[in-house]
C-alpha cells in the first residue's frame, strides 16, 4: 500500500475515532442523572399497571384455620363497647395489626352517649311482670320474664336483656297486642276499638325499627312496650333450637339499640371529641318517648296466652301454639292484671374507639381504599360482627405479610378500620366520617364494608354503589365457591341463588344499593364515598323474609354454634376474605380504576319514571315542572356515555391524564351528595331514604318526603319546588364531574 494511502487511511481512522468520541462525550455531557433515573424510573412505575401475580398470592395465603383460631380467640368473651373488654379487643387488634406487618395504627377516640342497664350481677334487672289490682300491686314471680339467657346467668360480662336508650320507668297497664308495632297495626287496632291509651303494647321484633315501634305505640298512647322475637320470623319450621340445631330457643332475645337515627345524640353533625359541643340531653329528641323492654318468646307466649279481646286478624298470627289475641288485659286466672315493666337503663358517656391501621401506597398515598367492620358485640358475638373481625385480622397478616417481605406494596394506600360501638347506633364510623368527611370525599376510592360477615352459608348477601357492579362481579368470578364438590365460583351459585330475574336465560346475581342499616351509611349517604357492603347468608328458604340469623344479637351467637352449624371447615370464612382482599387489591392497584359510571343510568332513569307516574299530575297542578329534572337525567347519560368512550381510549403512557379520569370516576359518586340537605348525614339525593312511612313511591326519595302526606300550603309545596331544583342540580353537577374540561365553561 502506497504511503498516500496510509495516510488516507489513518485520517479516516481518526475522523471515525473522532465522530465516536464525540458521541460518546455527548452522551456522556447529557446522559441520564442519577436523578434523571430515578425521574424516569417513577414514570415508568407511575404507568404501570397492577402485578396480577400478587392476586395468586393473596388467595392462595388466606388460611381458613388461621381465622378460625382467630375467631377463637376474639369471641372468648362478651365485649360490649364503653366496657374494659371493648378497650381490650381494641388494643389486642392494635398490636396484631402492627405484629403483621401494617405501617401505622392508631385507636381513634370518641366520647359519645352510651346506655346500660346495671351491669354485673349487682344491680336490679330489667324484667316484665304481671301484677294484680292491690295498692301496692304484689308481682306473680312465676310470670316474671327472663332477664338474660340462663346458661349466661353467672357470667358477669354478659349484659342482660335491654335496649339500649329505653328510657328508664316502672309503668303499669293492661297489655295490648300490636303485631309489628307499625302505623297500620295502630290504625288497624283504631278500627277495630281497641283503646292503646295507658296501656302496655306487646309487639313482635321486625318490620320496622326498635325505637320507632315504642315512638308508634306512644302515638298510640301507650305507656310501655315490649318487644319480642316471633319464631315464625326467626326460626325454621321443625327447626331444631340451639344446642340442638342453630335455631333461636325461646329463652334468648335480641338486645339492640332504639335510637330513632344512628350517631351520638349530644353531638349531631360533628365528631364526638373531647372538645364538641355537646347537647343537653333533654334537648335531644331521637330518643324513644316510653321505656321498652326485650323478652324472650317462651314468656311472650305465657302473656300472649292469657290475653283477652278479639282473636287477632290474619297475619298477626305467628307459630306459638296459642291463639293470638289483641286484647287488652287477661281473662281466665289472670283476669284483673295488669303487666309492669321495670326497666332500669340510664345513659352516660363513654369513650369508644376505632382502630385503624394503614399500609401505605408507594405512588398514590393520598389516596384510600379502606376495608371495615364493627368489633363490638352485645356478648360474644361470633358472627355478628366479630367473624368479620377474625377475616380482616388474616388479612392484615396477608398483605403485611407482603408488605414486610417487600414482595408487594400497594399503588394506593390500603386502610383497615374496626369500628368501636356500632351495635349502639353505629357511632365509631359515623362519628369517623364526621371528623374526617372533607378527606374522605376528596381522596377515598372505595370503602368495602362487612357486617354479620358470615351469619349463614348458602350466598352472598350485598349492596354497592352502581359503578362497583362490575368490578365485584369479576371479583367474585375469581374465588372458588366454600363448597369445592361444586366445582364453581361464588359468583355462579350467587347468581343461582339470588338472581336479579329469576326468568333470566343468562342469571346475573342481585346488587343493588345497601337496604340494611351498618357502617357504610356515612360514607354512602354523607360523603358519597363508593361503596360495597356484603355478608353471607343463610338458605331462607324455608326462613320468614324478615329473618336476619336466628340467634341475632343474643348471647348464643357464639363459638359453638359457628363451628357446629354455621362454618364447620371455615371455607366460608376463607371465601368472604378472599373476596375482601382481592377487592381491595385490585381497587388499590389498578392504574385506571374498573369503574363505570353508566351504572347510575338506569337508577336515574328508575327515579324518574316513579316521579312521573305517582306525581307528575299533583306537580303540575301546582305550576312545578320537571323539565329541566328530565333534561338532567338526559344530560347525565350522554355524558357517562361519553365519558365512558374516553376511559377505554385512555393514553395509559400519560400519567397526568390517568390520575384525572380516576377522580373523576370517584367523585361523580360524591356529586350526588346535597350538602344543603337539612339532615346532619342523610344528604344522598339517590340513596337516602324518603322518611317517609305512608308513601311506598319509589320516586326521587326528597320528592316522596316532601309529598309525604300531602303538602297543605305554599310554604309545603316550596318544599317540594325547592326538592325538585336540588335534585335536578345534583344530577347535572354529577353530569359536569365526567364531562371533559371545557365543562366549566358551562352548557354550549
Request: hydrophobic letters at 35%; proline letters at 7%; charged letters at 25%.
Amino acid at each position: 500500500m502506497s504511503k498516500g494511502r496510509y495516510i488516507l487511511l489513518a485520517v479516516l481512522c481518526g475522523a471515525v475515532a473522532f465522530a465516536l468520541g464525540v458521541i460518546i462525550g455527548w452522551f456522556s455531557r447529557s446522559g441520564l442523572t442519577a436523578e434523571d433515573l430515578a425521574a424516569l424510573k417513577k414514570y415508568r412505575a407511575s404507568v404501570e399497571d397492577a402485578d396480577e401475580t400478587i392476586r395468586d398470592q393473596i388467595l392462595t395465603n388466606i388460611d381458613a384455620e388461621r381465622i378460625r383460631e382467630n375467631l377463637r380467640e376474639l369471641s372468648r368473651k362478651p365485649h360490649m363497647a364503653g366496657t374494659p373488654q371493648d378497650l381490650e379487643m381494641a388494643e389486642l387488634l392494635k398490636s396484631r395489626w402492627l405484629e403483621n406487618g401494617l405501617d401505622e395504627v392508631r385507636l381513634v377516640p370518641y366520647d359519645v352517649l352510651l346506655s346500660y342497664p346495671p351491669l354485673g350481677r349487682e344491680g336490679p334487672n330489667n324484667t316484665v311482670v304481671t301484677v294484680d289490682g292491690a295498692d301496692p300491686a304484689r308481682e306473680f314471680e312465676g310470670t316474671r320474664s327472663l332477664h338474660i339467657e340462663p346458661e349466661y346467668q353467672n357470667d358477669p360480662d354478659a349484659v342482660q336483656f335491654f335496649n339500649a336508650y329505653s328510657p328508664p320507668g316502672h309503668p303499669v297497664g293492661e297489655l295490648v297486642f300490636a303485631n309489628y308495632g307499625r302505623l297500620e297495626d295502630f290504625d288497624y287496632l283504631r278500627e277495630v276499638g281497641v283503646d292503646c291509651t295507658g296501656k302496655i303494647v306487646l309487639m313482635k321484633y321486625r318490620s320496622a325499627g326498635r325505637g320507632a315501634k315504642a315512638r308508634n305505640a306512644a302515638a298510640a298512647g301507650a305507656i310501655g312496650a315490649i318487644l319480642y322475637p316471633e319464631p315464625a320470623d326467626t326460626n325454621a319450621p321443625g327447626g331444631k333450637v340451639y344446642p340442638e340445631g342453630w335455631d333461636l330457643p325461646g329463652t334468648g332475645t335480641e338486645r339492640g339499640g332504639s335510637l330513632l337515627e344512628p350517631g351520638d345524640p349530644l353531638t349531631p353533625g360533628y365528631p364526638a371529641t373531647d372538645y364538641a359541643y355537646r347537647l343537653p340531653e333533654g334537648n335531644i329528641s331521637v330518643f324513644p318517648p316510653i321505656p321498652l323492654q326485650p323478652i324472650g318468646y317462651n314468656d311472650a307466649q305465657k302473656y300472649l296466652s292469657h290475653l283477652d279481646g278479639d282473636v287477632a286478624p290474619t297475619g298477626w298470627n305467628g307459630t306459638l301454639p296459642i291463639t293470638y289475641r289483641l286484647g287488652p288485659g287477661f281473662t281466665g286466672d289472670w283476669a284483673g292484671r295488669k303487666v309492669a315493666l321495670h326497666v332500669y337503663t340510664n345513659t352516660t358517656i363513654r369513650r369508644v374507639y376505632n382502630v385503624v391501621g394503614l399500609i401505605k401506597g408507594r405512588l398514590e398515598p393520598d389516596r384510600y381504599v379502606m376495608l371495615g367492620n364493627h368489633y363490638d358485640a352485645w356478648v360474644q358475638g361470633a358472627i355478628d360482627d366479630t367473624s368479620s373481625t377474625a377475616m380482616s385480622l388474616e388479612l392484615t397478616r396477608v398483605f403485611g405479610g407482603l408488605v414486610k417481605d417487600d414482595k408487594w406494596r400497594p399503588r394506593r394506600s390500603v386502610v383497615f378500620a374496626a369500628w368501636g360501638a356500632e351495635e349502639f347506633a353505629l357511632l365509631g364510623s359515623l362519628e369517623y366520617v364526621e371528623q374526617f368527611t372533607y378527606l374522605i370525599k376528596e381522596r377515598m376510592v372505595a370503602y368495602i364494608n362487612m357486617d354479620i360477615g358470615v351469619g349463614g352459608n348458602y350466598t352472598i348477601f350485598g349492596g354497592c354503589s352502581p359503578p362497583l357492579i362490575d368490578v365485584i362481579y369479576d371479583t367474585t368470578k375469581q374465588v372458588p365457591d366454600p363448597d369445592a364438590s361444586l366445582g364453581k365460583s361464588i359468583y355462579e351459585t350467587w347468581a343461582e341463588r339470588d338472581p336479579k330475574d329469576a326468568d333470566a336465560d343468562v342469571k346475573v346475581p342481585k346488587l343493588g344499593w345497601p337496604g340494611v342499616g351498618t357502617d357504610y351509611i356515612s360514607f354512602g349517604r354523607r360523603v358519597g364515598t363508593p361503596l360495597f357492603t356484603f355478608a353471607y347468608v343463610h338458605d331462607q328458604t324455608n326462613y320468614s323474609p324478615r329473618s336476619v340469623y336466628p340467634s341475632y344479637h343474643t348471647a348464643y351467637d357464639n363459638m359453638d354454634l359457628m363451628e357446629r352449624f354455621v362454618d364447620p371447615d371455615f371455607t366460608v370464612h376463607r371465601a368472604m376474605a378472599r373476596i375482601s382482599g382481592e377487592l381491595v387489591r385490585r381497587l388499590a392497584d389498578a392504574l385506571v380504576l374498573p369503574y363505570d359510571s353508566r351504572k347510575y343510568a338506569p337508577s336515574l332513569s328508575a327515579f324518574l319514571q316513579a316521579t312521573e307516574e305517582d306525581f307528575a299530575s299533583m306537580l303540575h297542578d301546582q305550576d312545578i315542572s320537571i323539565d329541566a329534572l328530565r333534561l338532567a337525567v338526559a344530560n347525565y347519560t350522554v355524558a357517562a356515555e361519553d365519558f365512558q368512550v374516553r376511559v377505554q381510549s385512555i393514553d395509559k403512557k400519560d400519567p397526568m391524564q390517568i390520575r384525572r379520569l380516576n377522580d373523576q370516576m370517584v367523585q361523580v359518586n360524591t356529586a350526588f351528595i346535597d350538602i344543603h340537605q337539612r339532615h346532619h348525614f342523610e344528604k344522598h339525593v339517590l340513596y337516602s331514604p324518603s322518611g317517609c312511612a305512608t308513601n311506598t313511591s319509589a320516586a326521587f326519595p326528597g320528592i316522596v318526603r316532601t309529598m309525604c302526606d300531602g303538602p297543605v300550603n305554599e310554604e309545603g309545596w316550596g318544599e317540594v319546588k325547592k326538592q325538585v331544583a336540588a335534585i335536578t342540580s345534583s344530577i347535572q353537577s354529577a353530569a359536569d364531574v365526567i364531562s371533559d374540561v371545557d365543562s366549566i365553561l358551562g352548557p354550549s
